[in-house]
């Protein structure tokens, strides 16, 4: 008993790492770190003029302004000012009918075209994504959050300031989309084609600035749609068939990079660490680390049950051991490790089935499993009981106590009548409903747990008015069942170690790997070279159609 109390400490930091664990699981109440860490956002805003400006920029963009050259002052390099001063003109040209429109009109729409032209040499635009979710992520870290919550903290502040920006860009590509169209059937098109090649440019530019999923889905929404409007104005912009057939490669491939987004992470899984609902960043580490940690915490809840029980037999063996009474392993000594196996091999089972097991996470990290997963706990004194009631030699007189063979292999049968009759009851079928294999799992933990309780309160009983039958005090019997669990706790003991660091080690391998997939969530997902396998036909074709406008090339 000693060596398993003491074999806990080496484990103290392994058991801090499991109640981290669980306390990103399961969220409490924010104490005030993210009131501290908005704050250190700001204070890092002020070093960075640059990303308010163009916050700024799109905000009044948003409200009809036009006019935010001193915005630009603060942000010479970026391209994206030009872009959002078209606004104004795309919706007084997109206004009215063509019968109606007055010389006017006919001179803005010259000089929108003319500075839709002079966008193939400007300056490329930007949305600085990137640094925005790098200065959320230093300033939660200063306020001492964890890397994992840090993370996923930083990536709200992006879908925030995705509120921003996509409602504006999506409003300026659907404008120069909507001019494009109007000049191609009015025969213009030239500035049709520069027009549907701008949006493309200014996506292209917002990938390479900014490789955001929510930047790089706009962009594999839009390029597309300009690709098929240049290419369903092949034959009157003079495009050779070669280029037309390039321009449906780039669509396809772009609609099959929304494709393969919209159906990663269909299956039964989201974030558990932190708990966010979201599909995981680092899906292999993430799947690892969880079932370690199952396997930790079953590994840790065996250890404390057997020192429980440890405590509460202590007591009775004392007076048995006061009186002389020894008690004997059977088989030559064998009997301790046929004990010990037996109390322990359920636990080895949980912790293979975790580590190995094809069980849907998702699910059992939910408050409908908890009863499935903890229940089983309760099998530990039944096992007890049937270990020291098959390895231990007790006194003549005690042994009279024992409940008879038959006794015992009938309460076993008729509990395994039960859990097989559980395991073969159909689960429900319903899509909504968890797979089959985590409602089996729900249904045994929570028959095991219940049979658990019954058999030990039966056993109790029936050894207690046997004893007082026969006069026998409890302590011989309270001795064996204590020796039984003690060298348990021992093993379990060491089970609950071995686990331990294992869940350590994944914890720390999943959390670099959470750090780095939620900094480059694309290349996550979608390979690190997925830019170049989904985007290298429309970088071609811009570079084809800027070498064809001669107009474009003078400015």
Same mark, same amino acid.
């Given at each position: 008993?000693?060596?398993?109390?003491?074999?806990?400490?080496?484990?103290?930091?392994?058991?801090?790492?499991?109640?981290?664990?669980?306390?990103?699981?399961?969220?409490?109440?924010?104490?005030?770190?993210?009131?501290?860490?908005?704050?250190?956002?700001?204070?890092?805003?002020?070093?960075?003029?640059?990303?308010?400006?163009?916050?700024?920029?799109?905000?009044?963009?948003?409200?009809?302004?036009?006019?935010?050259?001193?915005?630009? +002052?603060?942000?010479?390099?970026?391209?994206?000012?030009?872009?959002?001063?078209?606004?104004?003109?795309?919706?007084?040209?997109?206004?009215?009918?063509?019968?109606?429109?007055?010389?006017?009109?006919?001179? $803005?729409?010259?000089?929108?075209?003319?500075?839709?032209?002079?966008?193939?040499?400007?300056?490329?635009?930007?949305?600085?994504?990137?640094?925005?979710?790098?200065?959320?992520?230093?300033?939660?870290?200063?306020?001492?959050?964890?890397?994992?919550?840090?993370?996923?903290?930083?990536?709200?502040?992006?879908?925030?300031?995705?509120?921003?920006?996509?409602?504006?860009?999506?409003?300026?590509?659907?404008?120069?989309?909507?001019?494009?169209?109007?000049?191609?059937?009015?025969?213009?098109?030239?500035?049709?084609?520069?027009?549907?090649?701008?949006?493309?440019?200014?996506?292209?530019?917002?990938?390479?600035?900014?490789?955001?999923?929510?930047?790089?889905?706009?962009?594999?929404?839009?390029?597309?749609?300009? $690709?098929?409007?240049?290419?369903?104005?092949?034959?009157?912009?003079?495009?050779?068939?070669?280029?037309?057939?390039?321009?449906?490669?780039?669509?396809?491939?772009?609609?099959?990079?929304?494709?393969?987004?919209?159906?990663?992470?269909?299956?039964?899984?989201?974030?558990?660490?932190?708990?966010?609902?979201?599909?995981?960043?680092?899906?292999?580490?993430?799947?690892?680390?969880?079932?370690?940690?199952?396997?930790?915490?079953?590994?840790?809840?065996?250890?404390?049950?057997?020192?429980?029980?440890?405590?509460?037999?202590?007591?009775?063996?004392?007076?048995?051991?006061?009186?002389?009474?020894?008690?004997?392993?059977?088989?030559?000594?064998?009997?301790?490790?046929?004990?010990?196996?037996?109390?322990?091999?359920?636990?080895?089972?949980?912790?293979?089935?975790?580590?190995?097991?094809?069980?849907?996470?998702?699910?059992?990290?939910?408050?409908?499993?908890?009863?499935?997963?903890?229940?089983?706990?309760?099998?530990?004194?039944?096992?007890?009981?049937?270990?020291? /009631?098959?390895?231990?030699?007790?006194?003549?007189?005690?042994?009279?106590?024992?409940?008879?063979?038959?006794?015992? /292999?009938?309460?076993?049968?008729?509990?395994?009548?039960?859990?097989?009759?559980?395991?073969?009851?159909?689960?429900?079928? +319903?899509?909504?409903?968890?797979?089959?294999?985590?409602?089996?799992?729900?249904?045994?933990?929570?028959?095991?747990?219940?049979?658990?309780?019954?058999?030990?309160?039966? /056993?109790?009983?029936?050894?207690?008015?046997?004893?007082?039958?026969?006069?026998?005090?409890?302590?011989?019997?309270?001795?064996?069942?204590?020796?039984?669990?003690?060298?348990?706790?021992?093993?379990?003991?060491?089970?609950?170690?071995?686990?331990?660091?294992?869940?350590?080690?994944?914890?720390?391998?999943?959390?670099?790997?959470?750090?780095?997939?939620?900094?480059?969530?694309?290349?996550?997902?979608?390979?690190?070279?997925?830019?170049?396998?989904?985007?290298?036909?429309?970088?071609?074709?811009?570079?084809?159609?800027?070498?064809?406008?001669?107009?474009?090339?003078?400015?």
């Amino acid at each position: 008993m000693a060596v398993a109390l003491l074999m806990a400490v080496p484990a103290i930091p392994s058991i801090q790492q499991l109640i981290a664990q669980v306390k990103l699981v399961v969220r409490g109440r924010d104490n005030g770190t993210a009131r501290q860490a908005h704050r250190a956002l700001q204070n890092a805003l002020r070093r960075e003029p640059r990303l308010v400006a163009v916050d700024m920029a799109l905000r009044a963009t948003a409200q009809g302004e036009s006019e935010f050259a001193h915005l630009e +002052e603060l942000d010479p390099d970026n391209g994206l000012y030009a872009y959002l001063r078209l606004m104004p003109d795309l919706e007084r040209t997109a206004s009215g009918s063509p019968e109606d429109r007055s010389m006017a009109d006919a001179q $803005l729409d010259a000089q929108l075209a003319a500075r839709i032209r002079n966008l193939a040499t400007g300056r490329p635009a930007r949305l600085y994504v990137g640094q925005w979710r790098a200065l959320a992520m230093e300033a939660h870290l200063a306020v001492r959050v964890p890397d994992r919550l840090a993370a996923y903290e930083a990536d709200g502040v992006v879908r925030s300031y995705g509120l921003v920006y996509r409602p504006v860009l999506r409003e300026l590509a659907d404008g120069m989309l909507a001019r494009a169209k109007a000049w191609r059937e009015a025969g213009r098109s030239a500035d049709a084609v520069r027009a549907n090649a701008a949006v493309i440019r200014l996506m292209m530019n917002l990938v390479d600035d900014s490789p955001w999923p929510e930047v790089v889905l706009l962009a594999a929404e839009y390029i597309p749609a300009a $690709l098929r409007a240049i290419t369903d104005g092949a034959g009157a912009a003079g495009l050779p068939p070669e280029v037309v057939e390039q321009n449906l490669a780039a669509a396809a491939r772009l609609e099959a990079l929304r494709a393969a987004w919209q159906t990663y992470g269909v299956d039964e899984i989201t974030n558990l660490l932190p708990h966010t609902g979201d599909v995981p960043p680092a899906r292999e580490a993430h799947d690892r680390v969880l079932r370690s940690m199952l396997a930790a915490g079953y590994g840790a809840g065996a250890w404390l049950a057997l020192a429980v029980i440890c405590m509460v037999l202590l007591p009775f063996a004392r007076v048995a051991w006061y009186s002389g009474i020894v008690v004997r392993w059977l088989w030559g000594g064998w009997g301790r490790l046929v004990a010990v196996g037996i109390v322990i091999a359920p636990l080895l089972l949980a912790i293979v089935i975790f580590l190995g097991g094809n069980l849907s996470l998702a699910w059992l990290f939910s408050l409908p499993s908890v009863r499935g997963l903890v229940m089983p706990v309760l099998l530990t004194p039944v096992l007890v009981g049937v270990a020291a /009631w098959l390895c231990v030699e007790l006194p003549a007189g005690a042994a009279a106590a024992r409940l008879s063979r038959r006794t015992v /292999w009938f309460m076993a049968g008729a509990a395994l009548v039960v859990l097989v009759g559980a395991a073969i009851f159909p689960t429900l079928p +319903e899509a909504w409903r968890p797979s089959p294999g985590v409602q089996l799992f729900r249904r045994l933990g929570v028959v095991v747990g219940v049979e658990s309780l019954a058999l030990m309160l039966i /056993w109790m009983t029936w050894g207690l008015i046997r004893r007082r039958r026969l006069k026998i005090a409890p302590g011989p019997t309270a001795a064996g069942c204590l020796a039984v669990a003690a060298w348990a706790w021992m093993a379990a003991a060491v089970v609950a170690l071995a686990v331990s660091q294992l869940n350590s080690w994944n914890d720390a391998r999943h959390e670099k790997a959470f750090v780095a997939a939620s900094a480059d969530p694309l290349a996550d997902r979608l390979g690190p070279d997925w830019r170049n396998a989904y985007f290298r036909e429309t970088e071609a074709l811009l570079g084809h159609l800027d070498k064809r406008d001669p107009m474009a090339n003078l400015h």
